[in-house]
């Protein structure tokens, strides 16, 4: 049911968001030298890696890792890249995971592939057995915000009331944070 779910919702996003996608692509090459895409090597269901897209927000050989971990992340973005992480555009490529089966509208976000204590954490308490999600209940809780240890209480407490219903409150309450441009942190 979720994965139906998930690929009737990815189908009509990506026919409603053709043009801004192709919009927010050219802006990104027109604004700094480089690829509109950026690939990222992330963690997936039962710590499968699997190649992540996003919108270019940072500057071509920017390192791998979390932005928190940057010493300055603000000299890392590029002319736009801060108002495509704020608006969270720069996610809308992976409109694309989701149709190819890596990732769901819902889950815990995707960890970087080198981000060890978070999927140590995550694989502990069995969230690794959920695909991982364009937004979920920690996202909607803290985002950027949140410590680990904290992100993976809400990832578990996702795993155990996981459901439709709940799938579809997390994406208005994601909407709405969205909107309000809430817990983004760079």
Avoid: C
């Amino acid at each position: 049911m979720k994965r139906m779910f998930d690929l009737l919702l990815a189908l009509a996003a990506a026919v409603i968001l053709a043009v801004p996608v192709m919009l927010v692509a050219t802006l990104v090459r027109l604004t700094s030298p480089g690829p509109a895409l950026y690939w990222s090597d992330r963690v997936g269901r039962h710590n499968a890696i699997f190649k992540m897209p996003k919108f270019r927000s940072m500057r071509v050989g920017t390192p791998a890792v979390a932005t928190h971990l940057l010493a300055n992340p603000q000299a890392h973005l590029t002319p736009i890249g801060s108002f495509l992480r704020k608006s969270s555009l720069d996610e809308l490529p992976q409109l694309w995971s989701i149709l190819a089966g890596d990732m769901s509208f819902v889950g815990p976000r995707p960890a970087l592939f080198n981000q060890h204590d978070l999927i140590g954490l995550r694989t502990r308490f069995g969230v690794d057995e959920l695909v991982p999600g364009l937004t979920g209940w920690a996202q909607i809780n803290g985002r950027d915000e949140l410590p680990i240890p904290d992100k993976v209480k809400l990832d578990v407490d996702y795993l155990q009331r996981q459901s439709l219903w709940f799938d579809i409150r997390i994406l208005w309450l994601t909407f709405v944070k969205v909107l309000r441009r809430d817990g983004v942190a760079h």
